[in-house]
């Protein structure tokens, strides 16, 4: 059973344009969901998090948003830029769990 | 401030074999986690442990174990290798292990077991 999916393996934006990627979970016990990018040969980066009693949170470029109801949660780039060209992971976590369950990624490549 | 640092970067094994790998956390993080990461898979979470106790295991046969030493530095050992473990192996560690402040993940350790 796998509770955290990102169901496009790819996506291609041109430089400038809106990057969205996608997340959905069924485990309504999470109360933290995180993304992270990774790029070849180095562990996954923390980018940004939002609390399940939140539907936004922004950090400069990178918008999430969280629709509880939809249990669905997506993260903006704005605008997308070519060092953006990466893995993006999904992942959840239940406070004090210990643990995060992790998306099997999105491969994000922004064209100049 | 150091990161996550994993060693070794890269290991070769043959089946059969046991092998151990070793992450040391960043200075005051009291949770490690460990995850494998195979081709086109997601991370899979292995163990967390905390303050030297086990505190969450994944969905991994009994032959992945790991623990955690006084100082957080941690290791993992697999034993009895299998193709199938041929992966990269993340260690991640954080302030508590749990919330919404993320992981800090190291480079990793990829296993090739032929």
């Known amino acids: 059973d796998q509770q955290v999916k990102q169901n496009s393996p790819s996506l291609s934006v041109q430089e400038g344009r809106i990057s969205i990627l996608n997340c959905d979970y069924t485990?309504?016990?999470?109360?933290?969901f995180l993304w992270y990018k990774k790029y070849p040969a180095e562990g996954p980066t923390f980018l940004i998090s939002?609390?399940?009693?939140?539907d936004k949170n922004e950090d400069g470029r990178f918008t999430v948003f969280l629709n509880k109801s939809a249990k669905h949660l997506s993260l903006h780039i704005v605008p997308s830029q070519p060092g953006d060209s990466a893995v993006y992971f999904c992942a959840a976590s239940i406070a004090n769990a210990g643990k995060s369950t992790f998306g099997d990624g999105t491969t994000l490549t922004v064209k100049p | 401030k150091a990161g996550v640092t994993q060693t070794p970067r890269y290991l070769i094994k043959t089946r059969g074999q046991q092998v151990t790998l070793s992450c040391s956390p960043i200075?005051?993080?009291?949770?490690v986690s460990w995850y494998q990461q195979t081709p086109g898979q997601g991370l899979q979470f292995l163990f967390e442990y905390f303050s030297e106790t086990q505190r969450n295991k994944g969905n991994f046969p009994g032959r992945f174990s790991g623990r955690q030493f006084s100082n957080s530095r941690s290791e993992m050992n697999v034993s009895t290798l299998e193709l199938g473990d041929s992966a990269l192996y993340l260690c991640a560690s954080s302030l508590i292990g749990t919330g919404g402040y993320g992981y800090t993940f190291g480079s990793g350790t990829r296993l090739t077991v032929v």
């Open positions: 939002i609390s399940s009693i939140k």
């Open positions: 200075s005051g993080h009291r949770s």
């Open positions: 485990n309504s016990m999470f109360d933290y």
